[in-house]
């Protein structure tokens, strides 16, 4: 990707402490245009990071809330357009700023909001304007930060061995503002922008209160599922309003939705699950399904349930089938991969007589356990 650099304007900001209350300051070292950026050292410490942001994978609805990277988008109030959001004007009038007096006094403006977040770290803030000409005439905006790196030392000569570097960076862990997002080569999301902060703290979510994200992929699929389950009560349930036996499912599945740690409720049918599943996998095929059974934990995909995936009850006990063509065994070898396995039809009259067989032995351990605390038995 060759990016034309119209302006990149480099702050620097200091904190005395760690925690939101400690002193802060920033200063602007300098903005520079096109020439002064391809003759520049900034220009080798971010070669290629324009083009990394650009490229950056980043799933719309991603897989948990604390993935790195995310698409944001600007709110606005019903019937209103993206002239109302104050975080879109400010990077607009950035991407509009025509000329370098205008641009560094709105990328102050800038800084000095994101100064007001509540987990505001040292570090370089840069923010660069670039045209990708291949595609576009009109700028994108970054704006990157990158943090302090702690205990930097410069090779010193052979009496001292080292000196101390006091303020260094390192284009390792870049937290960075992508607008407007390209979803696809060629293709501009006006209303969207991509952020990227691989640690925990919400720098930049703080730092844009106007801006929204999509919930994450389980939550939208929690969502989906709870719909499907309220349609199954009210077609159960049809006209039928005052009915203790309605409120009590209610409750139950009032429970189960809101439970971190949720057990099998043996609801539905095979075929109303099944049902239920192929919807949800058709809007995402590689959608992932983990479960536990005691401590086994199975990890896979929704989309084999059914058909490589299959749940079943035997002699008393929840089974789980997983079918395939061959095994494949982790480091730390075991005798179970030496196995010649058994005939399905051999090994179900087993499962559950092991279970019996404990219970049986724990029956007994109790029952010896009194007898030798009874004060009345002699024994023989």
């Not at 304007?129 to 000569?157: H, M, Q």
């Not at 570097?165 to 080569?185: C, G, L, T």
């Not at 590689?286 to 929704?302: A, E, I, M, Y």
Request: charged content about 30%; proline content about 4%.
């Amino acid at each position: 990707m060759d990016f034309i650099m119209e302006y990149l304007s480099f702050f620097v900001i200091v904190t005395e402490g760690e925690d939101s209350s400690s002193s802060k300051r920033y200063k602007h070292y300098q903005t520079l245009e096109e020439e002064d950026y391809e003759d520049s050292e900034i220009k080798r410490f971010l070669d290629g990071e324009f083009a990394r942001i650009v490229k950056r994978k980043v799933e719309r609805n991603p897989n948990s809330e604390n993935a790195p990277t995310k698409i944001g988008r600007f709110m606005v109030e019903p019937g209103y357009e993206l002239g109302s959001n104050q975080n879109y004007n400010l990077f607009q009038r950035l991407r509009d700023a025509d000329n370098k007096e205008r641009y560094i006094g709105i990328a102050d403006e800038l800084v000095h909001i994101y100064m007001d977040t509540s987990a505001v770290r040292g570090g370089a803030f840069i923010i660069a304007r670039a045209k990708l000409n291949t595609f576009f005439d009109e700028p994108f905006l970054f704006l990157l930060k990158c943090d302090f790196e702690p205990k930097i030392a410069r090779i010193s000569d052979e009496r001292n061995l080292i000196s101390q570097v006091e303020m260094a960076i390192s284009a390792r862990s870049i937290k960075s503002i992508q607008y407007p997002h390209m979803p696809e080569e060629g293709i501009l999301e006006h209303w969207e922008l991509k952020i990227h902060q691989a640690s925990h703290a919400r720098y930049f979510e703080d730092f844009l209160k106007y801006v929204s994200y999509e919930k994450p992929l389980p939550e939208v699929m929690s969502d989906q599922l709870l719909d499907m389950v309220q349609q199954y009560m009210d077609d159960k349930w049809e006209g039928v309003t005052e009915s203790t036996e309605r409120h009590e499912e209610e409750n139950a599945i009032e429970v189960w939705a809101h439970s971190e740690k949720r057990d099998i409720h043996e609801y539905w049918s095979q075929e109303q699950v099944t049902l239920a599943s192929a919807a949800l996998v058709e809007q995402k095929p590689d959608l992932p399904f983990t479960f536990k059974l005691d401590s086994v934990t199975v990890k896979g995909l929704l989309a084999e349930f059914g058909t490589a995936l299959h749940f079943a009850k035997h002699n008393g006990r929840y089974v789980v089938v997983i079918e395939g063509d061959s095994f494949q065994f982790d480091k730390g070898m075991s005798p179970i991969e030496l196995l010649q396995p058994p005939d399905l039809t051999e090994l179900l009259p087993e499962i559950g007589t092991h279970k019996q067989e404990s219970s049986a032995i724990e029956d007994l351990q109790r029952y010896a356990d009194d007898l030798a605390n009874d004060p009345n038995y002699e024994g023989e």
